[in-house]
């Protein structure tokens, strides 16, 4: 089953602006991991935030967790066109447990 | 460095017919190592789980099985297959079980017709 799932399913941004999909789960976690996926290839790991962590940047990427309310937001900041891809969250317990996903278009 | 591998990248079979797809680890030792399957605008299911040979865990009941017959090799096989195991079948490791990140394979196309 389904532990996280992002909002929105789908997003279309211009380069340059900053792109905002959220996560929200509904058990107790460990940490909360956001994946990136180009089309038709595997996932790539893009940050691990930790339960007793709201905040961690990397790069671009700062992502926030919310443990009370059960919610993460992943922020891109100055979007490009190669960030279009599709955005999972994962939630962590004994194994990950990935949601459908965020659909990004960068608009050149 | 690690990498891993997946093939074929593209498969078409029958329904009915058998499946293998193999995964493969270089670069690291004891991997865990994770079966996943994505339907078409889905989130990943995983399918199995191994932290060694001969350890693996199945998730969901259903008409595949796994194999690890080496430290780094993974196989998701099928005896016969139905047009339900259609999908994208994605591989992945991890240092250690549970919580930890992983890292994934290109990933099979698999269409049954």
């Known amino acids: 089953s389904q532990q996280g799932e992002e909002d929105p399913q789908a997003l279309s941004i211009q380069e340059g602006e900053n792109a905002t999909m959220n996560c929200s789960y509904k058990?107790?976690?460990?940490?909360l991991q956001w994946y990136r996926q180009n089309s038709g290839r595997g996932l790539v790991h893009l940050i691990l935030?930790?339960?007793?962590?709201r905040e961690k940047h990397s790069g671009r990427l700062r992502v926030t967790l919310d443990t009370s309310k059960k919610s993460s937001s992943l922020l891109i900041t100055a979007s490009r066109a190669a960030d279009t891809a599709s955005y999972f969250c994962a939630t962590a317990t004994y194994k990950l447990s990935f949601g459908a996903g965020t659909t990004v278009t960068v608009r050149a | 460095s690690q990498t891993i591998h997946q093939w074929p990248a593209t498969l078409v079979q029958p329904v009915g017919s058998p499946l293998s797809l193999e995964c493969t680890v270089e670069g690291t030792s004891n991997p865990n190592l994770y079966w996943y399957r994505q339907a078409a605008g889905r989130g990943l299911q995983l399918l199995f789980y191994?932290?060694?040979?001969?350890?693996i865990s199945s998730e969901v009941p259903q008409n595949l099985s796994a194999s690890r017959p080496q430290d780094r090799q993974f196989i998701l096989s099928s005896k016969k297959l139905l047009l339900s195991d259609s999908g994208f079948y994605l591989c992945?490791?991890?240092?250690?079980?549970?919580?930890?990140?992983?890292?994934f394979g290109p990933g099979t196309r698999l269409t049954v017709t």
């Open positions: 992945a490791w991890s240092r250690m079980a549970g919580d930890y990140e992983q890292y």
């Open positions: 935030i930790r339960s007793n962590e």
């Open positions: 191994s932290i060694g040979i001969d350890q």
């Open positions: 058990t107790s976690i460990n940490n």
